[in-house]
């Protein structure tokens, strides 16, 4: 494929940016691991069959979710790149299971120079970007090669696609050749950035990767206890009424604090002593459990904390941050309680509302209400776990149907290589 010349020329402008700004990338804390596999000046793989690009954590526990339900493609030579470290130590941990011969490397930068030498060396059949992973170079160089390229487990947000329409011209040169959305909101907005392209819906990856609902019986105790999960900087204030509200209704009422970034608990140290609330760190908590405010200064142990709970609330909610992974506490017996912002999760699909999995207040003092509720009168957990077993299954089976497009747009390309010799 020969682009115009007014895309060579904004490739143009695009890798002189790059020269630009890779000197103070490469000074970054997060980009200095891998440094000379993302400038390419290390090389780590060799040809390979099939290229996937997982950008972090999520997008790689993706990865191994396809490539363990994809045993047609275990004789192909995969390389799979990642831009963090954290993304890093996953695929490594996990990638080793599936059976696949399996390169993992550091995405490289998105120099078109850098780019074209990264996929001569490469020469994949295909290219596979998780969730929403637009590089323009990549997906240009193996537009010039004839290569074929897949989005999976796509997303993306109203937002998103305000922003890409502003390049739209761009994007029509650069459209992949089959997209696979998790919602049919989502397969809509794709079709809006790249028309006429092989779109489908297929369920989210990710609940593939849940097992059955998890219900550990408690001790009978009359002491109620309440989570706090994934508290973000930006509603802090908001999570302080929710505690000093609960308290006031449940004086002897245990909580259990997790700020989702830990340099935030001295912050919260603060706030709780001006309002007089007892509290103590989990790694220095007493033994006697006196304190009313439990802060979770570990990573680890959200799971265990839902299971132990009574009523839940999951933060990045009452901010406009549009939320975080409510979908673990009623996978755990426990109904969370959220605030309006829940946009990253909207593909988990209305259901869990209106089956009652989830609750959502539309404001601080609805959500108290909803927690106050629920530590009144707590849920039947064997009807929580009917009800979240049902919606799991409901929802699985994505991985298999990514796989078997993976494995037909390969064939193609397959197809595409071999000579007819009836011609």
């Known amino acids: 494929m020969k682009f115009p010349f007014h895309i ?41 069959d099939l290229w ?14 396809v ?3 994809c ?31 399996i390169t993992i490397a550091y995405m490289v930068f998105d120099n078109p120079s850098i780019v074209k030498k990264a996929v001569q060396i490469a020469d994949p059949k295909a290219l596979v970007l998780i969730e929403l992973e637009i590089w323009p170079a990549l997906i240009a160089e193996m537009k010039k090669r004839g290569r074929q390229i897949i989005i999976i487990n796509g997303r993306m947000t109203e937002r998103s696609l305000t922003g890409y329409k502003k390049a739209a011209f761009l994007w029509k040169m650069l459209a992949p050749d089959t997209i696979l959305a998790i919602s049919k909101a989502d397969k809509s907005r794709f079709q809006t950035l790249f028309p006429g392209q092989a779109h489908y819906y297929v369920p989210n990856i990710k609940f593939d990767r849940l ?23 930006e509603e802090e204030q908001e999570v302080l009424f929710l505690i000093t509200g609960s308290l006031a209704i449940f004086p002897e009422l245990k909580i259990d604090l997790f700020p989702r970034h830990l340099h935030r608990i001295r912050y919260w140290e603060k706030l709780l002593a001006e309002k007089n609330i007892s509290y103590a760190l989990k790694t220095t908590s007493p033994q006697d459990n006196s304190c009313s405010v439990l802060i979770w200064d570990i990573f680890g142990e959200l799971i265990n904390a839902y299971q132990q709970a009574d009523a839940v609330f999951v933060g990045g909610s009452l901010a406009p941050l549009g939320g975080q992974n409510f979908i673990e506490a009623f996978m755990n017996g426990v109904i969370p309680v959220t605030g309006p912002s829940v946009s990253n999760f909207l593909w988990a699909g209305e259901e869990v509302f209106a089956d009652g ?6 404001n ?11 530590l009144k009168n707590p849920a039947d957990k064997s009807l929580i776990q009917q009800k979240a ?18 494995v037909e747009l390969l064939e193609n390309r397959i197809e595409k290589d071999t000579p007819n010799i009836d011609k």
């Open 8 to 48: 060579r020329f904004l490739f143009l402008v695009y890798r002189v940016l790059w020269i630009c700004v890779t000197p103070l990338l490469l000074r970054s804390q997060r980009l200095k691991e891998g440094a000379a596999e993302r400038s390419l000046q290390s090389v780590s793989f060799s040809k390979v």
């Open 52 to 65: 996937i690009h997982a950008a972090s954590v999520g997008e790689a526990y993706i990865a191994r979710q």
């Open 67 to 69: 490539l363990e339900s």
């Open 71 to 101: 045993p047609e493609i275990q004789k192909l030579t995969i390389l799979v790149t990642t831009n963090t470290l954290q993304g890093r130590e996953i695929l490594e941990k996990e990638l080793g299971q599936t059976g696949h011969k």
């Open 211 to 233: 097992k059955q609902c998890r219900i550990i019986e408690k001790k009978p105790s009359k002491q109620k206890r309440l989570v706090l999960a994934s508290i973000r900087k």
């Open 357 to 362: 999995l989830v609750k959502k207040g539309e």
């Open 364 to 374: 601080k003092e609805e959500v108290l209400q909803l927690l106050v509720e629920l």
């Open 389 to 406: 077993d049902k919606y799991i299954r409901s929802k699985q089976g994505g991985s298999r149907k990514t796989c078997q497009h993976i």
